[in-house]
């Protein structure tokens, strides 16, 4: 069984704390063989840029002052990939789940999520896909035009995850240029609304994220 929660706009900082906290107890109720509960979480965050414990610093283009003054923070974090940007208008999945529950390895549950992404932007009329040797879901792969609509990256123990995937829908797409964004200084970033030319309603993405994100775990809304 797997719930959904949604916790609306949420400091990174409070976000990884109740993550972790989440993640902890779940590997700690599986090791013991005690109940436990599959998580779906969904949140936005203020401006803020993590960095992936396998990250370079030089990927990230400010001081602290020009961090401060963008009303921006930078965290060091325990997840794979590299530089990225998270803030309004985003939608950041987090899920905390047994991969044992799908049958899911760790190649395959990224796969899945990556699979997730690339049916919703197709319900827009976007065709996305995969980029050889990067995680995250691409427009224009294999083009000049490369750009990330949707950056992963994942932290795993004992077939438990956390941290998860950062999906632009109506994302601010200048503070990208402060950084090389996952590492690539040579790809562009993008987002739903950039290519649609619309604001879409954030919920509506949700909702349909949510959906598929089930339907490819064999679980039901």
């Known amino acids: 069984m797997m719930i959904t929660e949604n916790w609306g706009i949420i400091s990174y900082e409070a976000a990884w704390q109740r993550q972790t906290a989440l993640f902890d107890q779940l590997i700690e109720a599986k090791l013991h063989e005690k109940p436990y509960t599959n998580r779906l979480i969904f949140c936005q965050h203020p401006h803020v ?33 590299d530089i990225t940007y998270h803030g309004p208008g985003q939608w950041v999945c987090y ?19 990556e699979e997730a992404i690339i049916r919703l932007c197709g319900q827009y009329g ?15 792969a294999g083009t000049p035009d490369e750009r990330k609509i949707c950056a992963m990256g994942v932290r795993s123990s004992h077939f438990v995850t956390m941290h998860g995937l950062a999906f632009n829908v109506n994302t601010d797409l200048r503070y990208f240029g402060y950084i090389h964004p996952c590492g690539f200084i040579n790809k562009g970033v993008t987002s739903l609304a950039a290519e649609l030319h619309r604001e879409l309603p954030m919920e509506e993405v949700r909702d349909k994220l949510e959906k598929l994100i089930r339907n490819l775990l064999g679980e039901t809304v």
């Open 126 to 140: 976007i065709e996305a896909g995969r980029v050889e040797g990067a995680t995250g879901v691409w427009l224009g």
């Open 49 to 81: 840029y993590t960095l992936g414990k396998h990250g370079k610093t030089a990927n990230m283009l400010l001081d602290e002052n020009q961090l401060h003054a963008l009303h921006a923070e930078l965290f060091h974090v325990d997840r794979g990939g």
């Open 95 to 113: 899920p905390i789940l047994n991969l044992e529950d799908y049958n899911l390895g760790l190649k395959e549950y990224l796969h899945m999520l």
